[in-house]
């Protein structure tokens, strides 16, 4: 029997020296289970860790440091420390890729009108207790909002969204559901009066969390995505000119 030739784990293609350490740097960080925070090797350590020069290992922390992975700290006891998985830095970068593919805004909250109810749904039947103990302090949140307080108001409705991508207990809908909502949040709640549907909101939200704890996964799903499509009318009711502009990066 002829021997079975190993499964690559990449795409073979071309790619330059600082592209292929910046793959082991982070491949190592992976493996050895290290935290956001956690110190790396010194420079000269990975130089002569990887086989390659000062100027490919920079370039190659420059690519991580671009995307949030790595941070590199200046100074006397600095150096390069690893960096988190952070929605709103991808978010950046999905804002990048949207602005050149000409997405239009309307698209990116129909993508959200599809994918949350979903994530209510996972919530309900999964049910983290981890993350549960999350959506309690959220509502408590909600029912602790002072009625004029909009800054607060537009903080913790948001945070909500956030909380519900986590609860979904997938990773890919996760780091999307709360990327898609830091895109949302740079452009219309920047600009956001304080809403008519403020009670409504809240009280929308408190029923998709009792939803949620109950495990009641189709109700969960019914009203997330009865909230959703009630966002969606709002925006183009009274942001009608945002729903066919082109997705800025930030």
Do not use: C
């Amino acid at each position: 029997m002829p021997d079975q030739q190993p499964v690559p784990r990449f795409r073979q293609r071309a790619a330059k020296m600082s592209e292929l350490v910046a793959r082991q740097i982070l491949a190592d960080i992976v493996e050895q289970g290290l935290s956001a925070g956690a110190a790396l090797p010194t420079e000269a350590q990975m130089v002569q860790g990887y086989g390659v020069s000062r100027g490919t290992l920079r370039e190659a922390l420059r690519i991580l440091e671009t995307s949030g992975l790595v941070r590199v700290r200046p100074g006397r006891g600095g150096g390069p420390v690893v960096g988190s998985v952070d929605p709103h830095t991808f978010g950046r970068t999905m804002a990048l890729f949207m602005q050149l593919g000409r997405t239009r805004f309307g698209e990116l909250v129909e993508a959200r009108v599809i994918m949350e109810p979903l994530m209510a749904r996972l919530a309900a039947e999964r049910r983290d207790a981890g993350r549960l103990r999350e959506l309690a302090e959220s509502m408590r949140e909600h029912r602790s909002l002072e009625e004029r307080d909009e800054a607060s108001y537009l903080a913790v409705m948001q945070r909500f969204h956030g909380v519900l991508a986590g609860l979904s207990g997938n990773g890919v809908l996760d780091l999307f559901g709360r990327a898609l909502k830091e895109i949302y949040t740079e452009r219309v709640v920047a600009a956001e009066r304080r809403p008519e549907r403020w009670e409504e909101v809240r009280r929308e939200h408190e029923a998709v969390a009792a939803a949620i704890v109950a495990g009641d996964g189709a109700e969960a799903e019914r009203l997330m995505r009865e909230h959703m499509v009630a966002l969606a009318a709002h925006l183009e009711r009274d942001y009608a000119g945002v729903q066919d502009e082109v997705v800025g990066w930030w």
